[in-house]
């Protein structure tokens, strides 16, 4: 059986070491990631109809809320590029907005999978 430091290291979008740092403890982690897994679930694909709809101000809100919470739990590469895209998005509607939320929602579904899969595991508790 992989102990949950262990598991962390199988992980590419979830960074359960920089969690448990920035949060303090195994279940202030275990608190937030029912939340985290919801609000990806919903706010990935609401964003991505948003931009669809080429409502590029709620679409940039949603990344800025997202960007509240999003980096304590996942590595800085998938921080970075959803700061960019939040960025780019608050210039208003353009291409490259939506070409660069396309290419983020990838990390942003696996960070959701990869935080539900820790969950699931009999030594997150």
């Given at each position: 059986?992989?102990?949950?430091?262990?598991?962390?290291?199988d992980y590419t979008c979830f960074n359960?070491?920089?969690?448990?740092?920035?949060?303090?403890?195994?279940?202030?982690?275990?608190?937030?990631?029912?939340?985290?897994?919801?609000?990806?679930?919903?706010?990935?694909?609401?964003?991505?109809?948003?931009?669809?709809?080429?409502?590029?101000?709620?679409?940039?809100?949603?990344?800025?809320?997202?960007?509240?919470?999003?980096?304590?739990?996942?590595?800085?590469?998938?921080?970075?590029?959803?700061?960019?895209?939040?960025?780019?998005?608050?210039?208003?509607?353009?291409?490259?907005?939506?070409?660069?939320?396309?290419?983020?929602?990838?990390?942003?579904?696996?960070?959701?999978?990869?935080?539900?899969?820790?969950?699931?595991?009999?030594?997150?508790?």
């Amino acid at each position: 059986m992989q102990t949950g430091t262990a598991a962390a290291r199988d992980y590419t979008c979830f960074n359960l070491l920089g969690a448990l740092e920035f949060l303090g403890d195994r279940q202030g982690v275990q608190d937030l990631l029912p939340v985290l897994c919801a609000t990806l679930a919903k706010e990935v694909p609401e964003t991505a109809h948003l931009l669809a709809q080429g409502d590029f101000a709620e679409a940039a809100q949603r990344l800025h809320s997202l960007k509240g919470f999003v980096p304590v739990f996942c590595f800085a590469p998938v921080v970075e590029e959803l700061a960019r895209v939040e960025r780019l998005c608050r210039g208003g509607a353009n291409q490259a907005v939506v070409a660069g939320y396309a290419a983020l929602v990838p990390a942003l579904q696996c960070l959701g999978e990869e935080a539900a899969h820790y969950m699931a595991q009999p030594t997150a508790a």
